[in-house]
């Protein structure tokens, strides 16, 4: 249904009261998992957290954030922020970017579409570039889905092929980056063989090189230019896994996800992939957030955020597209989800007053993808979305409180002015100190989430309002590699345990309270299964209001 034809009134719940302010907090990277020392948010003093469970265990229950549930292929797909919010606001599931791409590649189709044929023009004479995250994560891109669309794109007369490679030890263990470059190196070769002029051109580590978001830092982008595009990098070398090797040696703290810029030259000495006029390029991750401001500089004409030096003429297509609002980029291979008459949508154009807020580093998750990976104000009379400045240009295990304390005040604020109906929050702290690997700052940051969640909650119950607290996917409750049959840690044969610095298949509580909730309202016992896409229609019947009826069905009701 295009959002023309919508229907957007949401009748009065025949029971549910309208009126009462709600809270939604969202904790993001906090899930439930065995308790041991591993486990930061279990060894962390969490008392608020805590105390949820201990006085209204009736009011407490997990919900599923990962796999089928949030619209990723498999049960073996850990969550992550751009599904677990894309499914708490569209109250739906929806086949997410990792899935489209799959059945595109699969049947062909990403073949023959526009955004390819786009593409392939440039195939007869230019080069065509790669650039993303090289891992199978899942969670921005997939390797399965570079080698298809390189294979795919040879098949189809590519003569000259580039691949920029992004190290990523996020989303996989740290120290993967060297096994992924191996692969790509022999599927390289394979290309090669078949006539192909394939290599690699540059490397970097996702964190320090391009896959910045929400405008956090704008160096990020331009180290990833100028290594990509003109073929400039702080280190130079003739062979990218021995450059890897090397970079390692000389740094003990190196590590994937900060690995420095260094481009690949030959023997001469000269870069072998910069990119040039008449050259092709695709950016292969399917996730949005970490690839928009790549794109703004590929594809924009007026551009202010650094000096490109030379913006070369090129055929450039997205492996989605990234922005739906901005269109951007305006070629793409893999139609994006068409996520529409989202749960934000409805509630403003229901009168609800909306005010969101986060730190940079996750502004855009309680806002862009909230709103299914749009931009912008419904209604700007009615909503109000605050970011406050993430630090930027450190590890934030440095500062793991980050900004909780500042997005708890301004919460606080929004809840005692009685301006709003919802107040809704993403707190980063589990999920972006939880990525360094650092246990003990993860510790901290968890700690500082719950005194975050107190001052709303307590500022709810000054008003007589609702909370609804939750988390997009796990991370901080477990920082160890377990053996996926005793869950036990596995260790090294020094005892060391590998540092899990990924997101995991954990399920994610979800609890509601506050004085305006009704002692008839209760959590039904019959959706064991529940996921994330659960919440939207809750907060609606929270919020006095019913759920539309293809929304995936509320997890309360009224009980006399
Ligand atoms: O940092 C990110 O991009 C991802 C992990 O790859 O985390 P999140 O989904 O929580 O934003
Ligand atoms: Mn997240
Ligand atoms: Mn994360």
């Known amino acids: 249904m295009g ?30 998992q065995i308790k041991d020392e591993y486990n930061a948010i279990h060894v962390a003093p969490t008392p608020c957290m805590d105390s949820f469970r201990e006085t209204a265990p009736d009011r407490w229950r997990l919900v599923k954030a990962h796999g089928p549930a949030v619209g990723l292929p498999t049960e073996d797909d850990m969550g992550n922020s751009e599904v ?7 109250g739906r599931i929806f086949a997410q970017g990792a899935k489209l791409v799959d059945s595109a590649i699969a049947t062909g189709k990403l073949f023959k579409g526009e955004g390819f044929n786009y593409i392939k023009e440039a195939f007869p004479t230019g080069t065509l570039h790669l650039i993303g995250l090289l891992s199978d994560g899942g969670v921005h891109s997939r390797y399965d889905q570079l080698q298809g669309l390189m294979k795919g794109a040879v098949e189809n007369g590519c003569k000259r092929l580039r691949v ?10 740290d120290g993967t980056s060297f096994k992924f470059l191996e692969m790509l190196e022999n599927d390289l070769k394979e290309l090669r063989e078949k006539g192909c002029d394939a290599q690699v051109a540059s490397v970097g580590g996702r964190m320090y090189v391009t896959m910045d978001r929400y405008d956090n830092d704008w ?31 000389a740094d003990p703290k190196f590590n994937d996800q900060y690995c420095p810029a260094f ?4 023997e001469a000495g000269k870069p072998v992939g910069p990119i040039v006029d008449g050259d092709a390029v695709v950016t292969i991750n399917f996730r ?27 055929r450039y ?19 994006p989800p068409e996520i529409e008459r989202t749960s934000g949508e409805f509630l403003v154009k ?20 909230w709103n299914g990976n749009r931009s912008g104000y419904f209604d700007s009379k009615l909503e109000e979305y605050v970011e406050i400045p993430s630090d930027s240009g450190i590890t934030f295990n440095e500062q793991p409180k980050m900004k909780a304390l500042e997005i708890g005040e301004k919460a606080r604020d929004a809840i005692l002015s009685k301006k709003f109906d919802q107040i809704r929050v993403n707190l980063p702290n589990g999920d972006m100190v939880g990525h360094t690997g650092d246990l003990k700052a993860t510790i901290v940051a968890c700690e500082a989430a719950d005194k975050a969640v107190k001052l709303m909650v307590d500022a709810i119950e000054q008003v007589g309002g609702i909370f609804v607290i939750t988390a997009d996917h796990g991370n901080a409750e477990d920082m160890a590699k377990r053996n996926p049959k005793t869950g036990e840690p596995i260790k090294d044969k020094d005892g060391n345990i590998q540092i899990l610095t990924s997101h995991t298949c954990a399920p994610v509580p979800f609890i509601i309270g506050g004085p305006g909730l009704a002692k008839e309202i209760k959590l039904r016992k019959d959706l064991p299964t529940a996921g994330l896409a659960n919440v939207a229609a809750t907060v609606m019947n929270l919020h006095g209001l019913v759920a539309p009826s293809d929304y995936e069905p509320s997890m309360v009701e009224w009980v006399k």
């Open 350 to 369: 229901n009168g609800v007053r909306t005010f969101a807020c986060s730190e940079t580093v996750k502004f855009g998750h309680v806002t862009f993808f």
């Open 288 to 314: 949005a957030d970490r690839m928009i401001m790549l794109a703004k500089a590929l594809e924009w004409e007026k551009f202010d955020k650094f000096d490109r030096v030379r913006v070369p003429k090129i």
């Open 3 to 32: 959002s023309n034809a919508t229907n957007w009134k949401l009748e009065a719940h025949p029971n549910m009261p309208k009126g009462k302010i709600l809270a939604m907090i969202v904790l993001d990277g906090w899930g439930e």
């Open 317 to 335: 297509a997205g492996m989605l597209q990234y922005d739906g609002e901005l269109k951007l980029p305006t070629k793409y291979l893999v139609d």
């Open 164 to 173: 920029h490679a992004l190290t990523d030890g996020r989303d996989v263990l």
């Open 219 to 249: 160096n990020v982008v331009k180290r990833g230019w100028d290594a990509q595009v003109l073929g400039e990098a702080p280190h130079k070398f003739t062979n990218a896994l021995e450059g890897l090797k090397k970079l390692k040696e």
């Open 84 to 90: 677990g919010h894309n499914a708490l606001g569209a």
């Open 263 to 266: 481009v690949i030259v030959d």
